[in-house]
Structures are given as structure tokens and as C-alpha cells.
């Protein structure tokens, strides 16, 4: 019997099925490796019923936090907590209601914190939404730049004095490798005169860099750093609103190429637990943060006079100022 008939093709899937072994630990990315325990630390996450948020959630649960979910689906928040609270033996973890598409909701959220909380020592800004259709949020907000970028701008600010009188204090913001491809459309910063979900991503996820820039000039001296995150590409709900994140199919037949290409919610997590947690990182601030290492943003992440603009903007259309 002729065995090469056998053994070519044996190898052949023994290499392939080696290598994407290979490309999957690659695709991991950073770990944090920390032991830091942070008993009596208070920490907000927003959007943390699933996927990044609600590892991290875990994570810093695990460590003795006092941890906060701020969520809009209250429903899957308690899920999320109850899943929590027994995987972390940590009963101080709690809900509160955040929709990040309504200002209303985000002062009344962001009032409960100031009124309950003696505390916040961690403000991790998390929730985010993806390559939407054009909606608008509660206030007239393009959806994408007002859930990720106004929405996470207003709550830090309505929070800010309680997280300087915590100092030493930090805030995450989430952003994306995507700012790579964005810039800031002041002649139409709101999507009125056209829209593209891609352009309204990435605009806002640039807009996340040049707030953490912005803020963290604001906050020098004051104990509390700021620092943007890219959690690299995760398996999350996020991708929802695509034409294969809707289809059953779909995502079925691609399930082998994201389990290789995409890093799964808890691998998601680990820039923000460095970011949070790493005690290398005490006085770092206004930096951008990929793979649990400081990365050099895009150039146009590092202009301070559209940083500034983007703030006083920010600020009206908050009401702010």
C-alpha cells in the first residue's frame, strides 16, 4: 500500500492546523500578568453587561473591588452580576442604569454616583457602539459620536471632582486602532450634511484620544492620570450592526477564522487591566496603550490645537459651558 497517499494530506492539515495554533497565540496579544489586590477601590465600567467590559468587571472583581456596572440593558446587567459575584466570591459588585444615548440618563447617573459613592477610584469608560446605521441619540447626537465619544466626555466630567478627591485616581478610555483612519470633521462633526458608519467610527474613536489627551493636560498635578486603550480585535457583540454580525450563518461559517483572528473578551481585557491596575504605570498619563504596552497614537491624535477645538465643541453640545 502505497502510504503517501495518506501521509501528504495527513501533513499537510498537521501544518495548517499548527499554524493557525501558532496565529491564534500571536493574535492573543499582551497578557497582564499584575497581582495587584485592590480591596476598598471603587471602579466604573460603563457597557459592562458583556464582552471587554464585563471581563473586566470579573477581573477587577476577582481582585477585591468594589465594582459598578453601568449599563443600559438592566436585564443582562443582573445576569452579568450574578455571573460575577459567583465566579469571584465578590458580593460587592452593583448595578446602576447608564444609557450613554441620553444626557438625561447620564447626569442622573452620574448625580446617583456623586450622591452614594464616597469614592471613585477607577472610571473606566468602555461602552461603545460600531458601524451603525445613521441613528441619533436621545439629544440629536450622531449615535456613534454620541455614545462613544460625548456620551463617555459628559459622564467624565459630571465625575471628575469625585475622582480627584479619590487621587490617586484613574480613567481609562477605550478607543481603537481605528483612530488610525479617523479625523475630526468640524464642518460636520454630527453627520448632518453625510454619513458613513466606517467615517463616524473612526472619528470618534480619534475623538477618544484627543479627550485623553485634552483631559489629561487639564488634570496634571492633580494625582488622577487618563490614558486611552486599543483592546485590539475581540469577539464581542460589537460588530452587531454589519451585515455578517446579523447573519446566524455567517457567523457560523466564519467561526473558525475569528476563533484564530480575534481575541476572546477576557484577552480584550488586559490593556485595560494594565491600564488600571499597574502600579509601573502610577504618574502615566495622556498616553495610548496597545497589547498592555505604550504605543505611538496616529498623528493626528497628537494635534492639541484639534484637541482643544474638539473640547470647547464637546462642551456645548454637552451644555457643559
Known amino acids: 500500500m502505497d502510504l503517501s497517499a495518506f501521509l501528504m494530506p495527513a501533513g499537510i492539515a498537521g501544518a495548517t492546523v499548527g499554524g493557525a495554533v501558532l496565529l491564534k497565540k500571536y493574535m492573543e496579544g499582551g497578557q497582564y500578568h499584575g497581582k495587584e489586590r485592590i480591596p476598598g477601590k471603587t471602579v ?13 468587571a470579573k477581573e477587577l472583581a476577582c481582585r477585591g473591588a468594589r465594582v459598578i456596572l453601568a449599563c443600559r440593558d438592566q436585564q443582562k446587567a443582573q ?7 459567583r465566579d469571584s466570591d465578590n458580593q460587592n ?10 444626557m438625561e440618563s447620564i447626569r442622573t447617573f452620574a448625580a446617583q454616583m456623586n450622591d452614594e459613592e464616597d469614592r471613585i477610584d477607577i472610571l473606566i469608560n468602555n461602552a461603545g457602539i460600531m458601524f451603525c446605521p445613521k441613528m441619533l441619540t436621545e439629544d440629536g447626537f450622531e449615535m456613534q459620536l454620541g455614545v462613544n465619544h460625548l456620551g463617555h466626555f459628559l459622564l467624565t466630567m459630571l465625575l471628575l471632582d469625585k475622582v480627584k478627591a479619590s487621587a490617586p ?3 481609562i478610555n477605550l478607543s481603537s486602532k481605528a483612530h488610525e483612519m479617523g479625523r475630526i470633521d468640524f464642518e460636520d462633526l454630527n453627520s448632518e450634511k453625510s454619513y458613513s458608519a466606517y467615517r463616524a467610527y473612526s472619528q470618534a474613536k480619534l ?3 484627543l479627550f485623553t489627551r485634552a ?20 469577539d464581542t457583540e460589537l460588530p452587531r450592526h454589519l451585515a455578517l454580525g446579523r447573519s446566524t450563518l455567517a ?5 473558525p477564522f475569528t476563533w484564530v483572528l480575534l481575541k476572546t473578551p477576557v484577552q480584550g481585557a488586559q490593556t485595560s487591566l494594565h491600564c488600571a491596575l499597574s502600579a509601573q504605570l502610577e504618574g502615566v498619563t495622556g498616553k495610548y496603550f496597545s497589547d498592555c504596552r505604550e504605543k505611538g497614537p496616529a498623528k493626528q491624535a497628537k494635534d ?6 474638539l473640547w470647547a465643541i464637546s462642551e456645548k453640545m454637552t451644555h457643559l459651558a
Not at 459588585?93 to 441620553?102: E, F, G, T
Not at 492639541?304 to 477645538?309: S, V
Open 251 to 255: 457567523r457560523t461559517l466564519l467561526r
Open 93 to 102: 459588585v452593583s448595578v446602576r442604569h447608564l444609557d450613554l444615548a441620553s
Open 44 to 56: 466604573i465600567i460603563t457597557g459592562a453587561n458583556t464582552g471587554i467590559g464585563k471581563a473586566t
Open 215 to 234: 483631559l489629561a493636560e487639564r488634570l496634571r498635578d492633580t494625582g488622577v492620570t487618563v490614558n486611552a486603550v486599543h483592546p485590539g480585535a475581540v
Open 169 to 171: 485616581s484613574r480613567i
Open 304 to 309: 492639541d490645537q484639534a484637541a482643544e477645538r
Open 79 to 85: 445576569r452579568a452580576r450574578d455571573e460575577i459575584v
Open 207 to 209: 475623538a477618544n484620544v
